[in-house]
Every structure is written in structure tokens, then in C-alpha cells.
T-cell receptor, first 114, second 111 residues
């Protein structure tokens, strides 16, 4: 049972480059989330999705885009990489069908913008 | 005022000690309380989940919620070096699919 899988695990980008962080889950969860984690700052929500075709902004969406064409996949796109986007990015998923359910996380993508 | 406050530590205790980790929150509408454990270079993993006041026990771990004081705690008994990690509290309210996380407390258990 893979759970939430993120690729790549590490990446170095130059300022202005673009890239897509991949996330896939095999738990048939309807909700998926993207967070960034900076030292001492906790987890900040970037975007989330309540189901295929539906996405919404979180706390820190600027500079990012998302799409959700299938239940399983929720890629995060950085269009013009900036040094402020150096962070660890986590994807998570959960099943929401009444009572709030815990989120399950991937192991993250460590991104450096130089 | 932040919605969730958590002492970032770091906290170092000897092996076998009882560890107490705490969070306070400001919104009385919060009803769901979780503790996540995060090892270095790994994603957070769910440790405890409760939606009521009182205590919930799972092995060496006890989660305690005091809604009247807006205070949640995680106790670790007979702490082991393998418990060394960052512990994050997370809370939510009914109908809200988003979690609010504390900043995390870094814990080291010294053999």
C-alpha cells in the first residue's frame, strides 16, 4: 500500500525556471492538499482540492498553480521559480464525508531555488 | 494571536522519562484534535486523533484535550530514542476540511 507518493524527492532550480511537483495517492481519497514547510514556520497550505476538477486556494497560493484531472493525481506547478519558494513541499490526502478525517502525507519534495 | 500556539523547543529528555508536549488554541469552535510525528526528512505521520475532551490512550502515548482551557497535550511514557522527532499538533472544526497546524516541537530522547 503506497499511500501518498511524491516525486521528485529533491530538485535544484535556477531562478525563473518552471517545474511540476507530482503527487499521487492510491487510497481513493477525495481531498488532496499541497503544503510548504519552512524551518520554524510549520505547515502552510498552498492549494487544496475537494475532488477531480475542483481546486481552491489556501493560505499561500501566490506563485503556484494546481490542477486535478483525476482522483489520484494532484500536481503542483511553479511557473517562475523565485528564491522565496525554496522549501520542503508536502502533498497530503484525506477522506472527507462527514466527520473530519486525518490527512495522510507523502515524504516531501525538497526544492532549492538558486 | 495565532490560532494555534506550540512551543518549538528543542526539548531534550533522558530515555525512560515522561514527555509532555502542548498546544494552545484560540478558536472554541475547534473540535478535532490530532498529533502528528515527523521524523527528519520524512512527511508527518498521524499519531493520535480525538474529537472530544478527555484522554485517549494508545500504548505509550496519551492525548489529552481540555476544551474549557483550549489546551491540548500529548504525553509519552517510557520515552525511547526512537521517539526523537518533531511533533505537530493539528486542529479543525466540523465541516472544515482544512487543518490548522502548530509549528512543531522538536524532541530528542537521550540514551
Amino acid at each position: 500500500n503506497a499511500g501518498v507518493t511524491q516525486t521528485p524527492k529533491f530538485r535544484i532550480l535556477k531562478i525563473g525556471q518552471s517545474m511540476t511537483l507530482q503527487c499521487t495517492q492510491d487510497m481513493n481519497h477525495n481531498y488532496m492538499y499541497w503544503y510548504r514547510q519552512d524551518p520554524g514556520m510549520g505547515l502552510k497550505l498552498i492549494y487544496y482540492s475537494v475532488g477531480a476538477g475542483i481546486t481552491d486556494k489556501g493560505e499561500v497560493p501566490n506563485g503556484y498553480n494546481v490542477s486535478r484531472s483525476t482522483t489520484e493525481d494532484f500536481p503542483l506547478r511553479l511557473e517562475l521559480a523565485a528564491p522565496s519558494q525554496t522549501s520542503v513541499y508536502f502533498c497530503a490526502s484525506s477522506w472527507i464525508g462527514g466527520r473530519v478525517q486525518p490527512q495522510h502525507f507523502g515524504d516531501g519534495t525538497r526544492l532549492s531555488i538558486l | 494571536q495565532k490560532e494555534v500556539e506550540q512551543d518549538p523547543g528543542p526539548l531534550s529528555v533522558p530515555e525512560g522519562a515522561i514527555v509532555s508536549l502542548n498546544c494552545t488554541y484560540s478558536n472554541s469552535a475547534f473540535q478535532y484534535f490530532m498529533w502528528y510525528r515527523q521524523y527528519s526528512r520524512k512527511g508527518p505521520e498521524l499519531l493520535m486523533y480525538t474529537y472530544s475532551s478527555g484522554n485517549k490512550e494508545d500504548g505509550r502515548f496519551t492525548a489529552q484535550v481540555d476544551k474549557s482551557s483550549k489546551y491540548i497535550s500529548l504525553f509519552i511514557r517510557d520515552s525511547q530514542p526512537s521517539d526523537s522527532a518533531t511533533y505537530l499538533c493539528a486542529i479543525s472544526n466540523f465541516g472544515n476540511e482544512k487543518l490548522t497546524f502548530g509549528t512543531g516541537t522538536r524532541l530528542t530522547i537521550i540514551p
